[in-house]
């Protein structure tokens, strides 16, 4: 089964590597997507204000081939009343 890499930026001193093995490049995208909406989710439950993350995938030892990108903002309703 192909190996893609998912090198992770999530705003923390650096970004970090991993591996997953996936059927096809269709999983590899589905994978990052749920991945990096787990890291969100986490993230925001440890804290209130604004975060996010990037998350590259390749295939083990080939270029990027899709990145995605997700952030989370929290609007400061009581500074617009």
Same mark, same amino acid.
């Given at each position: 089964?192909?190996? +893609?890499?998912?090198?992770? *930026? &999530? %705003?923390? *001193?650096?970004?970090?590597? &991993? #591996?997953? @093995? $996936?059927? &096809? +490049? %269709? =999983?590899?995208?589905?994978?990052?997507?749920? +991945?990096?909406?787990? #890291? #969100?989710? @986490?993230? *925001?439950?440890?804290?209130?204000?604004? $975060?996010?993350? =990037?998350? =590259?995938?390749? @295939?083990?030892?080939?270029?990027?081939?899709?990145?995605? @990108?997700?952030?989370?903002?929290?609007? *400061? #309703?009581?500074?617009?009343?």
């Amino acid at each position: 089964m192909p190996r +893609y890499r998912f090198v992770v *930026d &999530d %705003g923390s *001193d650096a970004p970090s590597a &991993d #591996l997953f @093995e $996936c059927t &096809d +490049y %269709g =999983q590899a995208k589905r994978t990052a997507v749920n +991945y990096i909406t787990e #890291l #969100l989710r @986490e993230r *925001d439950e440890a804290s209130s204000s604004a $975060c996010g993350c =990037q998350v =590259q995938v390749s @295939e083990e030892h080939g270029p990027v081939r899709f990145t995605v @990108e997700m952030r989370a903002f929290e609007s *400061d #309703l009581q500074a617009q009343g």
